[in-house]
């Protein structure tokens, strides 16, 4: 069993995507030998009640039962949020919720943040956060450009040591105060701008940081359709110090304890 | 959470079989270390940085990792005023890069960094280095602007020698339409330059360095004579096939610029042929090399 942590269908509305459909992801997974991905709606980030987008993405993934992993993009500065929270746990069976604040324009300090994330927690779903989805130094002039720094996210995780976190494309830059923070609270991070030979601008070093963590914390995650689908496999299989237990763990295991299924 | 040391998670010959067995990672239909093996490669832009330490024998090793069997390297100072990378910087750094070819003979090529606001200074240090065993120049770095007439000696320079010029493409900015470094060149530069020279050798650096890869294809399309390399730390799915959408394959170049995993992943994960890839990986690069005699066999 294998499963990628970081994946979208929707559209991306400055630049075309390839595979952005539950087929088009089958499509990868089946190249790749994946056998389920953790998905959202990138329509999500664009639409002011992110709800029907959750809706779009149960209805899209129906017909390949069992292959997706669903998460709820949840939106905590709009009302509602806690029924829509509730709908996509109870009736859509999501297991974990993506927040985009880049976009939806709320701060990290932001009570209401708080309290999505004890709800998610309640529900036993983790919140994961991107640190972008496409690199600023390209953005368009239509968007926003800006991006979700390890020192934003650090407090939250300081005052909410009980949430479990999954922080996609997150390696880089980290610092030795965020290390202190990451020993303590429950995150998870994906592969995704990783790096295993030389930690110059492409990443963190990976193997370091599991040193430091534990490898536990570690899922495989490739962030397609923006990313292209075999860095993250190229990140893993090259790693010669990784064993074969532990390579397991990343690509399955930890997974299933982040999510507890 | 429990840690784990590095030694830990070394491959190891002791667990028992049967436990390792049930703990194997999962099986897949695309073997990534058959892949990586099937394809030779050049890499046309990487660096040492001795300053920043990125060392010739760390990227050896990582060359080693993806079965990278030549790597093109230079120590561009990079700084944008275009007085401050002095000749004296210059030489330091271009002597850092010809004691790495002589540590690992055969493994690297060399790459002459100069700062074209010296333009005498330049000349003879590019003497200097392709004398020394240098095979081209790079990567020319935002002090000078490519199409600004300090330039222009130095593209007559690798004209005359038939050296390749690797120039930083500069389109990484927050904002496409206005350029963070005045001194950088960006691809609107370089398509003028191609007409001004077109017998020249001038590599686009990294496509997929920060900048609108999109914007960069889309400008040199119609500069037949501007290759681009293919490094940079942005993964984009498609960015390669639009690549050769635009410029066509012949005009693409395999590099990492330091990231090493995914340089060679975005080839293998391109909508191409096996011979296609071939060409990104080495041919293209070593037809390059052949006008100086200096091509692998």
């Not at chain 1, 190249?31 to 709606?41: E, L, Q, T």
């Not at chain 1, 919140?127 to 934003?152: C, K, N, P, T, Y």
């Not at chain 1, 005052?159 to 303590?184: C, I, Q, S, W």
């Not at chain 2, 530069?189 to 007409?195: H, V």
């Amino acid at each position: 069993m294998s499963i990628d942590c970081h994946t979208y269908i929707g559209h991306w509305p400055f630049r075309q995507l390839r595979g952005n459909t539950p087929r088009g992801l089958v499509n990868y997974m089946e190249r790749f030998g994946i056998d389920r991905s953790m998905v959202a709606n990138i329509n999500g980030v664009f639409y002011k009640n992110t709800q029907p987008a959750n809706e779009e993405l149960a209805a899209a993934i129906k017909p390949f039962s069992g292959k997706f992993i669903p998460f709820a993009v949840i939106n905590p500065s709009y009302p509602g949020w806690q029924h829509d929270l509730e709908v996509c746990h109870e009736q859509f069976g999501m297991k974990g919720v993506r927040v985009y604040p880049q976009y939806h324009d709320y701060k990290l300090t932001d009570p209401r943040f708080e309290k999505l994330l004890d709800a998610a927690n309640t529900r036993n779903m983790p919140v994961a956060f991107s640190r972008w989805l496409e690199d600023s130094r390209q953005h368009s002039w239509m968007d926003i450009g800006g991006e979700l720094s390890l020192d934003d996210v650090v407090p939250v995780m300081a005052h909410n040591p009980g949430t479990f976190l999954l922080l996609n494309a997150y390696l880089y830059p980290m610092k030795d105060e965020h290390l202190r923070v990451f020993r303590e609270a429950r995150i998870y991070f994906d592969t995704v701008n990783a790096t295993i030979t030389i930690k110059a601008w492409s990443g963190y070093d990976i193997l370091g940081l599991m040193q430091a963590l534990g490898s536990e914390r570690f899922l495989f995650g490739s962030g397609y359709p923006f990313r292209d689908p075999v860095s993250a496999l190229v990140r893993l299989d090259i790693a010669k110090e990784l064993d074969q237990r532990t390579k397991a763990a990343i690509w399955n295991d930890n997974a299933r304890r982040l999510l507890r299924i | 959470m429990p840690t784990i040391n590095r030694r830990s998670f070394l491959v190891s010959t002791s667990l028992p079989s049967v436990a390792t067995a049930l703990q194997r990672p999962p099986a897949r239909g695309y073997d990534v270390l058959a892949e990586i093996r099937r394809y030779r490669k050049m890499d046309v832009h990487n660096h040492i940085f001795l300053d920043r330490g990125v060392t010739p024998s760390q990227v050896i090793a990582a060359a080693d990792r993806l079965e990278i069997q030549k790597v093109a390297i230079s120590m561009p100072r990079t700084t944008s005023k275009p007085e401050s990378a002095t000749p004296a910087a210059c030489r330091e750094a271009n002597g850092f890069v010809l004691q790495a070819m002589k540590d690992f003979p055969g493994r690297f090529l060399g790459q002459c960094f100069v700062n074209p606001y010296y333009e005498r200074e330049s000349l003879e240090e590019i003497t200097r280095c392709i004398d020394s065993g240098m095979v081209m120049l790079g990567e020319l770095y935002t002090q000078v602007r490519l199409t600004d007439p300090r330039y222009f000696p130095i593209i007559e320079k690798c004209i005359e020698l038939k050296a390749p010029l690797l120039v930083h493409g500069a389109d990484a900015r927050k904002d496409w339409r206005d350029p963070e470094r005045p001194g950088g060149s960006t691809a609107d530069d370089f398509a003028p330059i191609a007409a001004r020279y077109p017998e020249a050798v001038i590599i686009y650096g990294h496509i997929g360095g920060g900048g609108d890869w999109e914007l960069v294809c889309k400008a040199l399309r119609d500069a037949p004579s501007i290759y681009a390399d293919t490094s940079g730390s942005v993964t984009d799915e498609g960015m390669i096939d639009f690549a050769v959408q635009c410029l066509g394959v012949r005009r693409l170049l395999f590099a990492t610029d330091l990231s090493f995993e995914s340089g060679v992943a975005k080839i293998l994960a391109a909508k191409l042929t096996e011979a296609e890839r071939h060409q990104i990986f080495f041919d293209n690069f070593n037809e390059i090399l052949r006008k100086r005699g200096n091509h692998v066999h």
